[in-house]
T-cell receptor, first 116, second 113 residues
């Protein structure tokens, strides 16, 4: 079974600084999807960024970018110019290709604190 | 964008009663929806996969007779917690897959007295 590991239960960053959240995963598949979700205090899960494994280029969404290292099975999230609204739980998630099932596998989460 | 709603957002019930939670995809059709349970400061635990028109697939350790799932249409899945007990108190989240992305409902906080 696929597993997703987030080794940082908690992280903190100064406002306007940059922080990187780590995620590793284990799979025998060659094609899959990776995601970062944000869960603020409201507990609404929000998609931050996604990456298709067949794409070598790292995904970027405004201040959020990933460092996808397929061989190392690593998928870290970099948040630049951190803002107070970035404070939340962040979950890394993995999903197989569509034709092999829709199930997502989540990491245990990283709680991010943004210090004013 | 794809929106998923859940109702109710909060429910308090007495031990022994049943509670139904609805999950709706508002602007897309979803053949597959997921039901998760989340304890405080923990990750999402997948309970079951809800498939439109067929029986739900339950994860190991989840009692199918206790957590009844019905996915009667392409936009609605329901989770019924039967004979609820205090240990069933938790945050329940549904999601629906749309174009390889998973969109989440806002969650339902269940408190069983």
């Amino acid at each position: 079974a696929q597993t997703v590991t987030q080794s940082q239960p908690e992280m903190s960053v100064q406002e306007a600084e940059t922080v990187t959240l780590s995620c590793t995963y284990d799979t025998s598949e060659s094609d899959y999807y990776l995601f970062w979700y944000k869960q603020p205090p409201s507990r609404q899960m929000i998609l931050v960024i996604r990456q298709e494994a067949y794409k070598q280029q790292n995904a970027t969404e405004n201040r959020f970018s990933v460092n996808f290292q397929k061989a190392a099975k690593s998928f870290s999230l970099k948040i630049s110019d951190s803002q107070l609204g970035d404070a939340a739980m962040y979950f890394c998630a993995y999903r197989n290709q569509e034709n092999t099932g829709n199930q997502f596998y989540f990491g245990t989460g990283t709680s991010l604190t943004v210090i004013p | 964008g794809a929106v998923v709603s859940q109702h109710p957002s909060r429910v308090i019930c007495k031990s022994g009663t049943s509670v139904k939670i609805e999950c709706r995809s508002l602007d897309f059709q979803a053949t597959t929806m997921f039901w998760y349970r989340q304890f405080p400061k923990q990750s999402l635990m997948l309970m079951a996969t809800s498939n439109e028109g067929s029986k739900a697939t339950y994860e190991q350790g989840v009692e199918k007779d206790k957590f009844l799932i019905n996915h009667a249409s392409l936009t609605l899945s329901t989770l019924t917690v039967t004979s609820a007990h205090p240990e069933d108190s938790s945050f329940y989240i549904c999601s629906a897959v749309h174009y390889n992305e998973q969109f989440f409902g806002p969650g339902t906080r269940l408190t069983v007295l």
